[in-house]
Structures are given as C-alpha cells and as structure tokens.
Nanobody, 122 residues
C-alpha cells in the first residue's frame, strides 16, 4: 500500500490550500481515509475522516467549518480542502487508511503516507 500526499506549501493566514492523497496497492473504496497533522513538538492530531463511499465525514473541533474532506474512488484519491487557514494550522499533514471504524485513533490506521508540509504565515 502506498499513500502519496501532495499539495502542501506556504500560505498566508486567511488563505486556502488543498491537499491530495493518491492511494495505490489497495482496494481504495473499502478503506476509511483520514487526515492527521503533526506540528513540531506536538503529538499527531486527528483532523478529518471519510467513510468508504464518502457518505459520512467526521472532523476535529479545531478544523470543523474550515476544512472539508472528500474522496474520488474512481481516482483512488482523498482530498483535504483547507480554508481560513491560521498560523496554528502549520504542521506536516498525513493521510492514512484503515478498514475499521476508530476514526480518530492514529493506531487504528493501517497505512500512512509520508506527509506534506503546510506553513501558514501570520
């Protein structure tokens, strides 16, 4: 299984950025997909998750209303659209895949991408 996250970069506070995560080596439509982030000196933090066919999404309180997770099973890709970015959103963002239901727990995810850095300047 390979997960390749992309789309990170530098953006000013208040701006927007979209991340993508392309998956291969798995039956994508049978996996719950999640996004996590890890800021320097902090633990990995759950951001968002989406069910197998995208009918259910779940967000952390820190990003609810600003971030949107979506997926395209035909393209084996999950997306994270980030709006109204804040300096505290600065982190390495990771996508992950699991076949279970413990959406917010990092240990429940079976496969991880390498991460993409998002930097939000004030």
């Amino acid at each position: 299984v390979q997960l390749q996250a992309s789309g990170g970069g530098l953006v000013q506070a208040g701006g927007s950025l979209s991340l993508s995560c392309a998956a291969s080596g798995l039956t994508f439509s049978t996996y719950v997909m999640g996004w996590f982030r890890q800021a320097p000196g902090k633990e990995r933090e759950f951001i968002a998750a989406i069910s197998w066919v995208g009918g259910t999404t779940f967000y952390s309180d820190s990003v609810k209303g600003r971030f949107t997770i979506s997926r395209d099973n035909a393209k084996n890709t999950v997306y994270l659209t980030m709006n109204s970015l804040k300096p505290e959103d600065t982190a390495v963002y990771y996508c992950a895949a699991q076949r279970g239901s413990r959406l917010t727990r990092p240990e429940a995810y079976e496969s991880w991408g390498h991460g993409t850095l998002v930097t939000v300047s004030s």
